[in-house]
């Protein structure tokens, strides 16, 4: 039975939120039990964000993920602050056109995509987070790429309905690289 | 009915709307400000009622006017707000009138932070405001029941004509979680005493909190009471899980519940036979089944996100027989499934 506890975090403004909604609605759609959590503090574009996600073939205990098994980071200081949160054997996904070091810890599986780079060269700069979700999706098998378009369609504004393919593109960039 | 991915404050407001309620007072305040969001952009389209007051203290007091006309009516505030509406959750009281009033919790005391707490436990069940009464308080753990337990909630404040309280937390307020909405339903509850107008064909009624004869205010409050004796025999809901052989009982509620449910299968997995009993009314606290499991267990652990409140009724519950500890974080803090199950070990091992 699978449980899989995900921390997604980095600045705000980078879509942290969105890519772990974009999980839930996936692993709801695939009739799994899910929770998602957000870091609601003071944040603001360029402050910290985070969110927990959980999908899971049991119902979902605490909705707070404090020990990943999935952990993916945006940006230096939450590499910084959620390296030795993850388990042992946790896979960590790291945008590494924005966070220079490598890991320290050999236990863990460390995947570096330079997201923001692959998503600029695209022309869609602020769909890192999709690039990076592609890539989980690969690795992990933690939801399936299929039938992907509609748990976006749930999350992406039914106002810019463009955005649906790019976040499409973006995600399918991510699990090619 | 499919489920769909929601957060808790927005699962409270459609849940209100289905459960037909059309009028939505309230003030802005995080971490609950969703559930005002919500009915702003809902209201206006289905001929309803969204009024962000002046303050908390208007919007309680346009919940009373609402109430009186007899509508399902509601308001909703995170805990430095719902003090402010205290005064006008004990007129309600005082004037039987049904409502719902949602807390999602925040730390306190003062404006404290705006990060989960439980710490308004003692406020929502021991009155809050002035005066002899109680509210139902309704403590929900998931999306889920933050849509049900409101539903539930209107129709046991109608049953009673009593107010009652959805008491969540920011935690449960922000997280989204499927849900399964409940079907609309057709608000039809015979409210005699209501202000709809005499058309001049009964004698008016009236609405009031106000007795100067002491007799009649005495008799006011005991005929109250009788209906808080039939609430708390008809009415305590809880959830038990793994209790049937415990040694160590874990009482918890809301987010804290969840947090345990992940020590207690840890505990179990060292061999530990720990169980939990979560009320899911705080008023009526669930005391038959913690007296009845006072009998077979080594003891208590209360899990709060305040400085032991709950844990006083738990040992009113349980006449004191057995030993209750306390495992709590306070201030916006969450204990950890590993606090937790410590907590569980020290009680196994009669370290307390």
Request: net charge negative; with cysteine; aromatic share 6%.
């Amino acid at each position: 039975m699978a449980y899989t506890q995900i921390l997604i975090a980095g600045f705000g403004g980078q879509g942290v939120l969105f890519a772990g909604k974009v999980l839930a609605y996936k692993g709801l759609e695939e009739n799994k039990q899910i929770s998602w959590l957000p870091s609601y503090g003071p944040e603001m574009r360029g402050g910290t964000a985070n969110c927990s996600v959980i999908v899971s073939d049991t119902p979902v205990g605490s909705p707070i993920v404090s020990e990943p098994d999935i952990l993916i980071v945006m940006n230096l200081p939450s590499l910084d602050k959620y390296e030795n949160a993850a388990v042992p054997g946790a896979k960590v996904f790291i945008d590494s056109f924005l966070i220079e070091r490598k890991i320290e810890r050999t236990d863990i599986e460390a995947h570096y995509i330079p997201a923001t780079k692959i998503a600029r060269e695209m022309g869609i700069p602020t769909l890192a987070n999709m690039v990076l979700l592609g890539k989980v999706i690969k690795e992990t098998g933690v939801v399936s790429m299929e039938g992907l378009k509609d748990a976006l369609a749930k999350t992406v504004s039914a106002k810019h309905p463009e955005l649906l393919e790019a976040n499409l593109k973006a995600i399918q960039a991510g699990y090619d690289y | 009915m499919a489920k769909v991915l929601m957060k808790g404050n927005e699962a409270i407001a459609e849940a209100a709307i289905r459960a037909g309620c059309r009028h939505y007072f309230g003030y802005p305040i995080t971490p609950q400000t969703e559930v005002a969001a919500y009915m702003a952009k809902r209201m206006p389209k289905i001929g309803g009622t969204f009024l962000q007051a002046e303050s908390e203290i208007s919007a309680i007091n346009m919940v009373y006017g609402v109430s009186s006309a007899g509508l399902r009516v509601m308001t909703s505030s995170s805990s430095p707000g719902v003090s402010l509406k205290q005064e006008g959750i004990s007129y309600l009281a005082g004037s039987d009138l049904p409502a719902l009033i949602v807390n999602v919790q925040r730390g306190g005391p003062g404006l404290g932070g705006i990060q989960p707490s439980q710490s308004d436990y003692f406020q929502a069940t021991k009155g809050g405001g002035h005066g002899d009464y109680h509210l139902i308080v309704l403590a929900p753990a998931s999306v889920q029941e933050m849509a049900d337990l409101t539903v539930k909630a209107f129709d046991l404040a109608d049953k009673y004509r009593m107010p009652a309280m959805l008491l969540a937390d920011g935690t449960m307020g922000q997280m989204m979680e499927p849900v399964e909405l409940p079907e609309e339903c057709a608000h039809s509850v015979d409210k005699p005493w209501a202000l709809t107008g005499t058309q001049g064909k009964r004698e008016h009624n009236i609405i009031n909190s106000l007795y100067l004869v002491p007799e009649q205010l005495e008799e006011k409050n005991l005929e109250r009471y009788e209906r808080y004796k039939t609430v708390e025999r008809d009415e305590v809901m809880y959830e038990e899980y793994m209790l049937d052989d415990a040694d160590v009982c874990v009482v918890a509620f809301g987010i804290a519940a969840r947090v345990s449910k992940n020590a207690i299968t840890a505990a179990r997995a060292k061999g530990i036979k720990a169980g939990l009993i979560r009320p899911i009314t705080l008023y009526p606290f669930p005391k038959d089944i913690i007296r009845k499991t006072a009998e077979n267990v080594k003891g208590f652990v209360s899990v709060e996100l305040s400085m032991g409140q709950m844990i006083d009724d738990i040992r009113l519950a349980e006449e004191c027989k057995k030993p209750v500890t306390l495992c709590s974080r306070v201030g916006g803090m969450i204990p950890s499934p590993e606090e937790v199950l410590k907590a569980i070990e020290d009680m196994e091992g009669g370290k307390f």
